[in-house]
């Protein structure tokens, strides 16, 4: 069934985890601003969306089509606690051992680790993990109304515009615009809790919403509607860019549409995709583990003392993640398995 219904999201998805190296290596910034802008801030941004849609909806299906819900839900969520266990475990030496080892250790380091794993992320990408279980959280409390639990993530996704993209308005009311006007508490507090509430509870709603939606999209119309939005995605990003007032541009309003019809399109087209279960597991290793080959790039120019561009690391980045998740296929072995779902 797989292979007949998703083999066009998954080949997005693969798509996507590249979207995301380039968000955290920012290619052809060395050519060109503009270039770099593109490929930077505004490609990319449809991706970890991307991802949080396709859980919400697949979550959704499995859970409907469950005998046992609850019993599916506590699988489904013990698979990403150990998930994100593991992961974490893998970077720890980054996240806390090297740290211990510059500055020494205090208690305050362990309570700020301890707080970053279990709400916001143990590595600067892992936050994606507490935020799609308590996503999920949210979609078996309000199993039973998927309707009212995507009204309730838009209202949230509202205020997380007014923190971001409209930002020039948000600061003018009371509560955001303490943290809009400080930028400490801005990436300390507002930032991990939009990346939760305002980004990921939202577009998990809406994919958790699409299966009771009886849309009758052709193939065609999917591909105008889908292209229409990307229109109005770019307009409203280089509109912001010239108005040059908001905080950021990872969320914005016409990124909810643009996503919306992109999982709705790809799930029409190309779904007799051949590997397409391979290409999932590639997306989610290439997706865990491109920091540390980012890392270790890193490293090896500064001991070498010589500057790579930010497209050459893209570049290496990308292949070195390739590599590292077909030996994982290759290798077969049902633990290092863990490490692509």
Not at 5 to 31: D, M, R, S, W
Not at 150 to 169: A, D, M, P, Q, T
Not at 271 to 289: C, P
Request: a positive charge; proline letters at 4%.
């Amino acid at each position: 069934m797989e292979k007949k219904l998703y083999g066009g999201i998954n080949l997005f998805k693969y798509f996507c985890a590249f979207l995301v190296i380039a968000i955290h290596t920012q290619p052809f910034t060395e050519i060109s601003y503009s270039l770099g802008y593109f490929f930077t801030d505004v490609l990319p941004r449809i991706a970890v969306p991307f991802f949080f849609i396709a859980y919400g909806y697949f979550n959704n299906i499995g859970l409907n089509n469950a005998e046992d819900k609850k019993q599916y839900y506590i699988k489904s969520t013990k698979r990403l606690i150990i998930f994100y266990a593991i992961w974490s475990v893998i970077y720890f030496p980054v996240d806390f051992i090297l740290p211990i080892l510059k500055a020494g250790f205090s208690i305050k380091m362990l309570i700020h680790y301890i707080i970053n794993l279990l709400f916001f992320g143990s590595h600067f990408h892992l936050w994606f993990m507490p935020a799609l279980i308590i996503s999920s959280i949210f979609g078996w409390l309000m199993k039973s109304n998927p309707k009212k639990l995507l009204i309730l993530s838009l209202f949230l996704y509202l205020i997380g515009l007014l923190g971001c993209s409209y930002s020039f308005i948000g600061k003018h009311i009371f509560g955001l615009s303490f943290f809009i006007n400080s930028n400490i508490y801005y990436e300390a507090i507002f930032t991990p809790i939009r990346r939760i509430f305002f980004m990921g509870l939202p577009f998990y709603a809406i994919g958790y919403y699409l299966p009771t939606v009886k849309y009758t999209w052709t193939k065609r119309e999917s591909i105008y509607m889908t292209l229409a939005s990307i229109f109005v995605f770019l307009i409203e990003i280089y509109s912001l860019k010239i108005f040059n007032e908001s905080m950021n541009v990872i969320i914005t309003i016409g990124l909810i549409p643009l996503t919306a019809c992109a999982f709705i399109l790809f799930k029409k087209i190309y779904s007799t995709i051949q590997n397409s279960k391979e290409l999932s597991q590639y997306s989610t290793g290439i997706y865990f583990v491109h920091p540390l080959f980012i890392l270790l790039i890193t490293v090896i120019a500064k001991i070498i003392r010589h500057n790579i561009s930010p497209t050459i690391i893209f570049i290496l980045t990308s292949v070195l993640s390739i590599i590292f998740v077909y030996s994982l296929l290759r290798i077969n072995h049902r633990l290092l398995n863990k490490l692509i779902l």
